[in-house]
């Protein structure tokens, strides 16, 4: 609310300009990212409030939207209603999950021909605020693969929070366990496959099952026993039976990336064997890590050399196309049409989105501006309302936070 206040005007207008609308809080999908993680350590996000109006008409700057990146496949729901409010499938994919209130306006839009000079602007919209829920549909970004016991199970369980079974026999993983990983700058999602079988590729165990799995997969991360494990194979013709039955199942699975690796290298004579499966990688082309999950030796740079190799495939893969840009605009269920009911209290509670809003945008400690809301309210029809319901002068009436006797015109 302000008034032209200069030399040689006396009787300067009203001049206050209107304030800028909030920001709004908006996820955005990024193929880039591959894990929620992010959200489990801060779950409270709030975007920039708008600046107020001021004199000569200078309108407040609106306030600056925050981007919270996901990833695709990201399902967005009410906490309280557990309605699903958006699918980002596709990368650029938005939901706007809390709008930002409009800016109140100055006291020059309330300029009549009998009010010259209105001494009262209104107050800002106040923002949107809601509980979400964030699910992923859940696409492993790197699979650990192998035969039975050797080690995949206690790999995952060390560089995750995955806790999955582990023995000391074979076939104890009969379902994929997924764990998110958090590697230096990036994060992605290990599967640990259990074991796979010679004949895998033909169906025999639960191969083709298992096989599936690892086609989703943009990284094979290959995982041998360098001690020979239970049955005592030599890890280098490992390697092979377990690349013959992938090449078996489908011929891309070759083409895949992949990062051999030799667990168990604190056990007695693994050295040994490992400088075979080193050989055998360089040979390739392919990267070789010699660690322990149990001492954790050489764990940390294999994480992050998955972390930086997943990151790298990401970038390079073609994003696919949409027909158009999405953006879906969350919408809570809200009373849109007028009515009046009673209260608890014996009273009468007015609802309707468009009544409210006025409410709560009317400064209630001027006399002037509760007037002009008074007279709004009677030209939206809440008199008219309220007289059928049966309210009669002196009731108290209740709009959104605000409580007031009611007085019908004319009483």
Do not use: C
């Not at 004949?199 to 099952?209: E, I, M, Q, R, V």
């Not at 055998?280 to 392919?286: G, H, S």
């Amino acid at each position: 609310m302000s008034f032209r206040r200069e030399k040689h005007v006396p009787k300067g207008g009203p001049d206050g300009g209107d304030g800028g609308r909030g920001g709004s809080v908006i996820l955005e999908a990024d193929r880039s990212l591959s894990t929620l993680l992010d959200f489990h350590y801060k779950r409270h996000f709030k975007a920039t409030r708008g600046t107020h109006g001021m004199g000569s008409k200078m309108d407040g700057a609106t306030g600056g939207d925050l981007i919270l990146r996901v990833p695709l496949g990201t399902i967005v729901k009410d906490d309280e209603t557990g309605r699903v409010v958006a699918d980002l499938t596709h990368p650029g994919d938005r939901a706007v999950v809390a709008r930002g209130g409009s800016g109140g306006r100055g006291n020059t839009h309330f300029v009549t021909p009998t009010r010259r000079a209105p001494s009262f602007a209104e107050l800002g919209e106040p923002a949107e605020e809601h509980w979400i829920s964030l699910e992923l549909k859940l696409l492993a970004d790197a699979a650990l693969v192998g035969f039975p016991s050797v080690g995949k199970s206690s790999l995952i369980a060390h560089m995750s929070a995955a806790r999955p079974k582990i023995a000391d026999y074979p076939f104890t993983t009969l379902i994929p366990n997924l764990g998110v990983v958090s590697a230096g700058e990036h994060s992605f999602v290990v599967a640990d496959v259990p074991g796979l079988i010679e004949g895998a590729s033909t169906g025999a165990g639960l191969g083709h099952a298992f096989l599936r799995h690892i086609e989703r997969t943009a990284l094979i991360l290959h995982v041998v026993d360098l001690t020979g494990g239970y049955d005592e194979r030599e890890p280098v013709e490992g390697i092979g039976l377990i690349d013959a039955e992938l090449a078996a199942h489908a011929k891309e699975l070759t083409r895949r990336p992949r990062i051999i690796v030799g667990n168990k290298i604190d056990v007695e004579g693994a050295r040994e064997a490992s400088e075979l499966v080193a050989a055998y990688a360089e040979e390739r082309e392919l990267l070789y890590f010699a660690v322990s999950a149990v001492t954790g030796e050489g764990m940390e740079a294999l994480t992050l050399a998955v972390g930086d190799m997943v990151h790298a495939i990401r970038v390079a893969a073609p994003a696919p196309q949409a027909d158009h840009e999405v953006v879906y605009a969350y919408a809570p269920p809200q009373d849109e049409d007028l009515r009046v009911v009673r209260s608890e209290s014996g009273g009468w509670e007015v609802i309707g989105r468009h009544v409210l809003r006025m409410v709560i945008m009317t400064d209630m400690n001027n006399d002037e501006a509760v007037a002009h809301l008074q007279r709004r309210l009677r030209k939206s029809g809440v008199e008219e309302a309220l007289l059928r319901a049966g309210a009669v002068e002196g009731d108290e009436v209740t709009i959104g936070p605000v409580a007031f006797d009611f007085e019908p015109e004319g009483a």
